[in-house]
């Protein structure tokens, strides 16, 4: 996100939308059907609403998200 405050896309794909957005403090995310992963960098130890952020290398995390509609919340740190 260099440079930017916040975004907020919604991206159409075969199986539903996939809404995203994201501020300097949380990301949400959510899917209406499949599942996806959601990769993103944190300074620290990210926490979710739903589901755990795995390290998969330094400063970077992953989230895997089912398609069910619910919002994720992940709130983390920016890496300066």
């Known amino acids: 996100m260099e ?3 916040w975004f907020q896309a919604s ?3 075969p199986r539903g939308d996939i809404q995203a957005a ?3 403090k949380e990301i949400r995310v959510s899917a209406t059907e499949g599942g996806g992963t959601v990769r993103f960098a944190s300074a620290r130890t990210p926490k979710s609403s ?3 952020c795995r390290e998969v290398g330094e400063n970077l995390y992953t989230l895997h ?3 069910d509609g619910t919002d994720v919340v992940i709130r983390y ?3 300066p």
Do not use: A, F, S
């Open 22 to 24: 994201m501020d300097r």
């Open 50 to 52: 739903r589901g755990v």
């Open 77 to 79: 740190t920016p890496v």
């Open 65 to 67: 998200l089912e398609g």
């Open 3 to 5: 440079g930017l405050e």
């Open 11 to 13: 991206v159409p794909t």
